[in-house]
């Protein structure tokens, strides 16, 4: 029995946008609106469906760092934070240097000019039974509760309540989301504002990719400064790692290739597989350099000010709110949408425009996520040498 074809996300987004574009310049009026009616209660459901996604992952994510071994768990997750928050002011820094050169004012004037988008024939609300900060402070004490007191009880109940909502992103939104985009590019193909963005997205991806490699050497430099290692045979060693997560788009999956390179730059055994398994839920640099360079330019495109305080703060959240989230197709960004929503003031469709920018580099951003996690590992290794680390995972 021959196997069907199966198109990855990326290939079913593109070809969502490509579709969207022509219905939205071909077909009638009445027709277009019945996928932006659809477009409509979908981000409706994304609405409700994200505090109730921070409150499994975050909490989940949490709860699963609270246990281990203690200091060289501490290290670690302070290690991958710092290198994501690094990460995202290194982004918003070439952001603001180098994004308003091929964002222009007239881009985002003709976006704003562009005519009335469609409405839908009917609306869904869908209020969300709390709100995002709310979702992050409930996860954050319940995550951090569950840890002091070690419940395994309410440990297992946390990560079987992540499995839902996993389950609910990987046979719900996932599968429907290229239609999602389909809408939405149907209506800024109809009010016109389709060209603008088309005119912005390669140069942005562009951008990304080469902040990507940037941080990855800048870390390698560190870690191998520091673990006093080779840069040059670190990164060589590292080549089938990089693949690994370019072809699967999964830090998870990820993790064995990882462990072999690892040891190949001679990373002791008992670091190697405590820190490479870790890294894999909390350092998010790619997407941290992603998600902040979209959010940038779709801000830009609509003509919204961009304050330093704001991002900073944005980015801050980002490194927490997106732990665990790797375990998704495109779980960082569904995991970003609350931020961008309560934080930076994105709607639905720049929300739409965030998730189809993302996914579409995703790959690059697993790849620059798992490549980085080596530079965590040598640190670490360099402040245990003279210890026995001895870490069951």
Same mark, same amino acid.
């Given at each position: 029995? #021959?196997?069907?074809?199966?198109?990855?996300?990326?290939?079913?987004?593109?070809?969502?946008? =490509?579709?969207g574009?022509?219905i939205?310049?071909?077909?009638?009026?009445?027709?277009?609106?019945?996928?932006? !009616?659809?477009s409509s209660?979908?981000?409706? $459901?994304l609405? *409700?469906?994200?505090?109730?996604?921070?409150?499994?992952?975050?909490?989940?994510?949490?709860a699963?760092?609270?246990?281990?071994?203690?200091?060289?768990?501490?290290?670690?997750?302070?290690? #991958?934070?710092? *290198?994501?928050?690094i #990460?995202?002011? $290194?982004?918003?820094?070439?952001?603001?240097?180098?994004l308003?050169?091929?964002?222009?004012?007239?881009?985002?004037?003709?976006?704003?000019?562009?005519?009335a988008?469609?409405?839908?024939? +009917? #609306?869904m609300?869908?209020?969300?039974?709390?709100?995002?900060?709310?979702a992050?402070i409930?996860? +954050?004490?319940?995550?951090?509760?569950?840890?002091?007191?070690?419940?395994?009880d309410?440990?297992?109940?946390?990560?079987?309540?992540?499995?839902?909502?996993?389950?609910?992103?990987?046979?719900?939104?996932?599968?429907? =989301?290229? =239609?999602?985009? =389909?809408?939405?590019?149907?209506?800024?193909?109809?009010?016109?504002?389709?060209?603008?963005?088309?005119?912005? $997205?390669?140069?942005?991806?562009?951008?990304?990719?080469?902040?990507?490699?940037t941080?990855?050497v800048?870390? $390698?430099?560190? @870690?191998?400064?520091?673990g006093k290692?080779?840069?040059?045979?670190?990164?060589?060693?590292?080549?089938?790692?990089?693949?690994?997560?370019?072809? !699967?788009?999964?830090s998870?999956?990820?993790?064995?290739?990882?462990?072999q390179?690892s040891?190949?730059?001679?990373?002791?055994?008992?670091?190697?597989?405590?820190?490479?398994?870790?890294?894999?839920?909390?350092?998010?640099?790619?997407?941290?350099?992603?998600?902040?360079?979209?959010?940038?330019?779709?801000?830009?495109?609509? @003509?919204?000010?961009?304050? *330093?305080?704001g991002?900073?703060?944005?980015?801050?959240?980002?490194?927490?709110?997106?732990?665990?989230?790797? @375990?998704?197709?495109?779980?960082?960004?569904?995991?970003?949408?609350?931020l961008?929503?309560?934080?930076? @003031? +994105?709607?639905?469709?720049?929300?739409s425009?965030?998730?189809a920018?993302?996914?579409?580099q995703?790959?690059?951003?697993?790849?620059?996520?798992?490549?980085?996690?080596?530079?965590?590992?040598?640190?670490?290794?360099?402040?245990?040498?003279?210890?026995?680390?001895?870490?069951?995972?």
């Amino acid at each position: 029995m #021959s196997k069907q074809l199966k198109l990855g996300l990326i290939p079913k987004i593109i070809i969502g946008i =490509l579709l969207g574009v022509i219905i939205g310049k071909f077909l009638p009026e009445a027709i277009i609106r019945i996928f932006v !009616t659809f477009s409509s209660g979908f981000g409706s $459901f994304l609405g *409700f469906i994200v505090p109730l996604l921070i409150l499994g992952f975050v909490t989940a994510g949490i709860a699963e760092l609270g246990t281990g071994a203690g200091k060289l768990l501490a290290i670690t997750v302070g290690l #991958s934070y710092g *290198f994501t928050l690094i #990460s995202g002011l $290194f982004a918003y820094t070439l952001g603001k240097s180098f994004l308003p050169k091929f964002i222009s004012a007239e881009a985002a004037k003709t976006i704003g000019e562009a005519g009335a988008e469609l409405k839908p024939y +009917f #609306s869904m609300p869908m209020p969300p039974v709390m709100g995002v900060t709310t979702a992050l402070i409930l996860a +954050f004490i319940l995550g951090l509760g569950i840890a002091a007191i070690k419940s395994e009880d309410l440990k297992k109940l946390a990560l079987d309540f992540q499995k839902i909502i996993t389950k609910v992103i990987e046979n719900i939104v996932i599968p429907l =989301l290229p =239609l999602h985009i =389909l809408g939405i590019f149907a209506n800024m193909t109809k009010s016109g504002q389709v060209v603008s963005v088309f005119s912005v $997205f390669g140069k942005v991806f562009l951008m990304v990719i080469i902040a990507h490699i940037t941080i990855i050497v800048f870390q $390698f430099v560190i @870690g191998a400064a520091i673990g006093k290692k080779n840069l040059f045979e670190c990164l060589k060693f590292q080549v089938p790692g990089y693949l690994t997560a370019l072809g !699967t788009q999964s830090s998870a999956a990820t993790i064995p290739v990882n462990v072999q390179c690892s040891e190949k730059m001679g990373i002791s055994k008992g670091v190697r597989e405590f820190v490479i398994p870790l890294c894999a839920t909390t350092h998010m640099s790619g997407s941290t350099i992603t998600l902040t360079t979209c959010a940038m330019a779709v801000m830009m495109l609509n @003509g919204m000010p961009i304050q *330093f305080n704001g991002f900073f703060g944005f980015i801050a959240m980002l490194g927490i709110s997106i732990v665990a989230a790797p @375990g998704v197709p495109g779980g960082a960004v569904m995991a970003s949408l609350g931020l961008l929503e309560s934080m930076l @003031g +994105f709607n639905q469709t720049m929300l739409s425009l965030m998730i189809a920018l993302y996914i579409a580099q995703d790959s690059f951003g697993t790849a620059c996520n798992v490549t980085g996690d080596q530079a965590v590992a040598m640190i670490v290794d360099r402040v245990y040498e003279d210890k026995t680390v001895s870490v069951s995972v």
